[in-house]
């Protein structure tokens, strides 16, 4: 078994690949959940230690400097961006209805309360990318991102453009598209995978290579592309990490 995603992603993926490997090594599921995952959710640093000294003989883990101690060092940076004004409305008006459900009903565990949350956050999160997402309006973060993507391009460079939000990249797209300017996109639609990346990494044109996290998740190597956005920060910095190594 040979991989570096799931020994960052969980502890539950970590047993799948040792379930495949060597199957004994770390029980049953359920077991290794309750010996494991919870202790070392709640903290548990002496049962942290345990589990890495069980399987610290079936790992072999080279860090990117030790394997190309060449490459140009990688600098991150968090750009924050301002909201229009009716964009901002929009958040507030959100923000406000979802205050009042959680006010209304405190303590309640219901099936349908817990959804209406989870939805209500989603759509904070979708507002604060671009209104569009769920309704009309402006967005202070593409014209962010048009911006900086339009001094990169001026200077020759190529730029990878990830989001977690595919009518996020279309959005996107289209604004591209009012600008004249070309670009690839990747997605879970995309039918020619292969002639989308030959786009990107040939044509000296194409600068910009739209991608939600998901369809780039694997296989795809861009070291075409200097510049790397993540314009909607997704729960799991793993996932960021693998989408910025794509590029680095």
Not at 135 to 153: M, V
Not at 200 to 221: C, H, P
Request: charged share 20%; hydrophobic share 40%; glycine share 4%.
């Amino acid at each position: 078994a040979l991989t570096g995603t799931p020994i960052e992603n969980s502890l539950k993926d970590l047993w799948a690949q040792f379930r495949f490997l060597q199957p004994d090594l770390l029980g049953e599921e359920s077991a290794f959940h309750k010996q494991f995952i919870i202790p070392i959710r709640q903290g548990n640093v002496r049962m942290e230690k345990r589990l890495q000294q069980i399987i610290a003989p079936f790992i072999l883990r080279r860090s990117k400097s030790e394997v190309a101690p060449e490459l140009p060092p990688l600098t991150e940076e968090t750009i924050y961006c301002a909201m229009s004004e009716k964009q901002s409305e929009s958040y507030e008006q959100e923000k406000n209805s979802l205050r009042n459900i959680l006010l209304q009903h405190p303590q309640s565990t219901n099936r349908l309360h817990s959804f209406s949350v989870l939805n209500g956050i989603l759509r904070l999160r979708q507002l604060s990318c671009h209104p569009q997402l769920i309704l009309p309006g402006t967005s202070g973060k593409t014209a962010q991102i048009i911006e900086t993507f339009d001094t990169l391009q001026s200077e020759g460079h190529k730029v990878l453009i990830f989001s977690s939000f595919v009518k996020h990249l279309e959005v996107l797209a289209e604004a591209f598209r009012e600008r004249g300017w070309k670009y690839a996109l990747l997605t879970g639609a995309t039918n020619n995978r292969p002639s989308e990346i030959a786009h990107f990494t040939e044509q000296k044109d194409v600068q910009a290579f739209l991608i939600s996290l998901k369809a780039g998740g694997v296989g795809l190597n861009l070291t075409q592309a200097d510049y790397v956005f993540i314009i909607d920060p997704w729960w799991n910095p793993a996932a960021e990490s693998q989408a910025i190594a794509r590029a680095h």
